[in-house]
C-alpha cells in the first residue's frame, strides 16, 4: 500500500449475526457448530483488527501496531486450535478474566515488537490500552 519493503496492512472482519444453527437443527444448546454467533454483537460485519505490520533484517524483527486483538500476541500457544467455534476451542482465559483486557474478537489499540535471534527463539514485547469495550458491539468504535 505504501511502497515499503517489508510492510504489510492487514484487517479481519468477521459476519457476527444471525441465530444458533445447534438451537434451530440439533436441539442443542450447549455446544456450538460455528463462531459464536452473538458473542461480539449481532452485527453484519465486525472488525477484529485493523494494523501495519513491518519486517525487518530478514524477517528477524517484526513490529506490529494498531487496532490488535492482545490474544493474537500473548496469551496463545501452539496447543491451541485454530478453529473459531465454540464446540471444539474456545478463547484462551489468562487475559479475558481483567475487566479491562477485551476478548477476541474484541481488540484495543497497541503494538508489539518480535525479535528472533534464532529460528527456533524470540523475544517479545508488547503494549496495549486498556480498554474494555474491545470497539463495541461492532468493533468499528475506536474510542
Same mark, same amino acid.
Given at each position: 500500500?505504501?511502497?515499503?519493503?517489508?510492510?504489510?496492512?492487514?484487517?479481519?472482519?468477521? *459476519?457476527?449475526?444471525?441465530?444458533? =444453527? +445447534?438451537?434451530?437443527? !440439533?436441539?442443542?444448546?450447549?455446544?456450538?457448530? *460455528? $463462531?459464536?454467533? +452473538?458473542?461480539?454483537?449481532?452485527?453484519?460485519?465486525?472488525?477484529?483488527? =485493523?494494523?501495519? $505490520?513491518?519486517?525487518?533484517?530478514?524477517?528477524? %524483527?517484526?513490529?506490529?501496531?494498531?487496532? !490488535?486483538?492482545?490474544? #493474537?500476541?500473548?496469551? #496463545?500457544? /501452539? %496447543?491451541?486450535?485454530?478453529?473459531?467455534?465454540?464446540? %471444539? +476451542?474456545?478463547?484462551?482465559?489468562?487475559? /479475558?478474566? @481483567?475487566?479491562? $483486557?477485551?476478548?477476541?474478537? *474484541?481488540?484495543?489499540?497497541?503494538?508489539? %515488537?518480535?525479535?528472533?535471534? @534464532?529460528?527456533?527463539?524470540?523475544?517479545?514485547?508488547? =503494549?496495549?490500552?486498556?480498554?474494555?469495550?474491545?470497539?463495541?458491539?461492532?468493533?468499528?468504535?475506536?474510542?
Amino acid at each position: 500500500m505504501l511502497d515499503l519493503p517489508g510492510f504489510a496492512v492487514h484487517s479481519v472482519v468477521v *459476519q457476527g449475526n444471525g441465530r444458533s =444453527l +445447534c438451537r434451530d437443527y !440439533l436441539g442443542d444448546r450447549l455446544d456450538a457448530v *460455528q $463462531e459464536i454467533y +452473538c458473542g461480539r454483537g449481532n452485527v453484519l460485519a465486525h472488525l477484529v483488527d =485493523l494494523y501495519g $505490520e513491518q519486517t525487518l533484517a530478514d524477517g528477524r %524483527i517484526d513490529i506490529a501496531a494498531g487496532w !490488535l486483538p492482545v490474544g #493474537t500476541y500473548f496469551a #496463545t500457544s /501452539p %496447543i491451541y486450535c485454530d478453529f473459531i467455534n465454540a464446540a %471444539i +476451542c474456545g478463547n484462551p482465559y489468562p487475559l /479475558p478474566l @481483567s475487566a479491562s $483486557e477485551p476478548a477476541w474478537p *474484541q481488540a484495543t489499540w497497541g503494538g508489539q %515488537i518480535r525479535y528472533m535471534p @534464532s529460528p527456533c527463539a524470540y523475544v517479545m514485547a508488547g =503494549l496495549f490500552a486498556a480498554s474494555p469495550t474491545g470497539g463495541g458491539p461492532s468493533g468499528w468504535n475506536f474510542g
